[in-house]
């Protein structure tokens, strides 16, 4: 099927169409005028249960929106990706997370080869492993049996992982202490092995290219300080154990690769975290609780792969998003999660909305014409509430919120849970429908106070409920995550899955690095503002050490 471009498919021309009678429309006027919408745009899967009633949408925008999905070609573009064709164009890679999470009776042919037997033979591997450590039998160099897990790995290969171990920390083994070092900032790693005992230490080096400046040097800061408290360069064999696509350089650093767990240029460093990558996730819940997890995530795919797009999860919200970026021009999404175990959620999905959907030009290299990916961002409920929700409720930007909860706590105690509960509804309801100033004097506010306190309404919220989280369910909320950034990017014709906008960066932060450490002043080469401040930073270096610092 051909697609056309964007703005000349004609399910956009009649949104833009529907859009100006949508937009001076209240969501008060909106429910008042349908009272039962509460019931209707609402819909489930997995364990997931969408209300999406309080966005400025009726069911002719509902209807519209699906249309320009169709004639977007999702699809036949999702039937694509299932099957491993080269979606990511610019990188001419399939895109084929979804086949780490296929059961082991599935078989998936590309280019010649069962991509599902390779991703089981190395869950094979990985259970064995995780079996070892967890049952003391993996020793380490002293004969000491594993008691910390430190995973390094930057972006993808450290947000999953945190993001999981924290989300699961519920079920995982609490004589386990797991640590994540990312940043090259030495405190992150300083910090993180302070108070560890480096016989019962366990790195774990994740990175998919294995070149990452970020991750090989505290890779090698990590064997240094190894080496340097057990007194043996051959204590690295027990110690260390690699997550990669790239086994040159797993052996080059120093790593045996029979120590290695494998993964494949077809998956995406941000949709990894159910790939080898995920060795610290097996490593605390233990390899039934990763076999969840996995099912989750599968469970999902299939949903998204077989349900009609009006009762599709990631469907529903990805044309949602694209409906509130690209009409309304909201520039930001809010994820609340209001479970305390999710609080590093809303990082996990900066990456994997932003890195794959943060992009300029089409599949064909041509500027897009209208906006693509919104920023990110958010914090656990109901912290965020008591900090930057006043801008959501009275500022002048709208920010749409998903947010996400769930009917039971793992840790039932007293009245919390209700209460918890009770913000994410009572939230819902005050962005859609504020407090008029009508309402307001009704109550007796005094005057003086009632343009203050007026509440316009009309924000949009996504309501995300399960019953509890689990690691199935945490796998489903990841899949309808990425399966609605994959819509998004199908409607706005983009390639979600490179990221060539994070390069040039890392070329100038290469250039600099030696005019940092040069001995004595180099010719700097650079605009007037980075030569003052490589100038600054150089001179501050050499002041005197102020007291109490080293
Ligand atoms: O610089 C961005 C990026 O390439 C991400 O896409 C990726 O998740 C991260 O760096 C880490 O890469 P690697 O796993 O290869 O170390």
Aim: charged residues 20%; negative net charge; contains cysteine.
């Amino acid at each position: 099927m051909t697609v056309r471009p964007l703005r000349q498919r004609a399910a956009w021309t009649a949104l833009e169409a529907h859009y100006a009678q949508i937009a001076p429309r209240h969501l008060r006027e909106i429910f008042a005028q349908d009272p039962h919408r509460g019931e209707r745009l609402r819909a489930e899967a997995e364990g997931l249960y969408l209300d999406y009633s309080k966005n400025r949408v009726t069911d002719e925008t509902m209807r519209l929106l699906m249309e320009l999905a169709t004639e977007s070609g999702l699809a036949a573009r999702r039937d694509q990706m299932f099957r491993g064709e080269h979606i990511n164009v610019s990188e001419d890679r399939a895109v084929l997370h979804v086949a780490l999470r296929m059961p082991r009776d599935a078989s998936l042919i590309v280019d010649g080869i069962d991509v599902v037997a390779q991703v089981h033979a190395v869950l094979d591997r990985m259970t064995a492993f995780a079996t070892r450590v967890r049952s003391g039998q993996w020793r380490g160099h002293t004969g000491r049996p594993i008691t910390n897990v430190v995973n390094i790995g930057i972006g993808g290969s450290d947000l999953g992982p945190v993001m999981a171990y924290e989300a699961l920390r519920f079920y995982s083994r609490r004589d386990l202490t797991f640590r994540f070092v990312s940043n090259v900032d030495a405190s992150d790693f300083v910090e993180a092995v302070r108070d560890l005992d480096a016989a019962e230490t366990l790195f774990i080096i994740s990175s998919k290219t294995f070149g990452t400046l970020e991750t090989l040097t505290n890779a090698h800061s990590a064997r240094s300080w190894l080496i340097g408290q057990l007194g043996d360069e051959s204590a690295v064999a027990q110690h260390f154990v690699a997550v990669s696509t790239n086994a040159a350089k797993v052996a080059a650093f120093g790593i045996d690769t029979a120590n290695m767990f494998e993964f494949w240029d077809w998956v995406g460093g941000r949709y990894s975290m159910d790939s080898a990558i995920g060795l610290s996730t097996m490593l605390a819940i233990g390899p039934e609780g990763f076999a969840e997890l996995l099912a989750g995530f599968h469970a999902m795919d299939e949903h998204f792969r077989t349900a009609p797009f009006a009762q599709n999860l990631p469907v529903l919200m990805g044309m949602l998003a694209v409906w509130n970026r690209d009409f309304f021009g909201f520039s930001t999404v809010g994820v609340m999660p209001y479970d305390n175990y999710l609080k590093r959620l809303p990082a996990y999905l900066q990456q994997l909305t932003m890195e794959s959907n943060g992009k300029h030009v089409t599949l064909e290299g041509t500027t897009v014409a209208y906006q693509t990916g919104p920023i990110y961002w958010g914090e656990p409920g109901t912290n965020g509430q008591h900090s930057f929700y006043q801008l959501i409720h009275q500022g002048t930007t709208i920010v749409p919120l998903d947010l996400i909860c769930f009917a039971k706590s793992l840790n039932p105690l007293g009245e919390h849970h209700d209460i918890l509960s009770s913000n994410v509804f009572a939230q819902a309801q005050a962005l859609a429908f504020g407090r008029s100033e009508e309402e307001l004097r009704d109550e007796g506010v005094p005057e003086l106070e009632v343009a203050h306190r007026v509440m316009e309404g009309n924000r949009p919220t996504n309501v995300l409920m399960g019953e509890v989280l689990t690691p199935r369910l945490l796998g489903s909320l990841i899949s309808l995550y990425e399966h609605s950034v994959f819509t998004q990017g199908t409607v706005w014709g983009i390639d979600s899955y490179d990221q060539w906008g994070v390069e040039l960066g890392k070329v100038l932060a290469a250039e600099i690095i030696p005019e940092l450490e040069a001995p004595s002043d180099p010719v700097l080469a650079h605009d007037s503002s980075t030569k003052a401040l490589i100038e600054h930073y150089r001179a501050l270096k050499k002041k005197e050490v102020p007291h109490g610092a080293h």
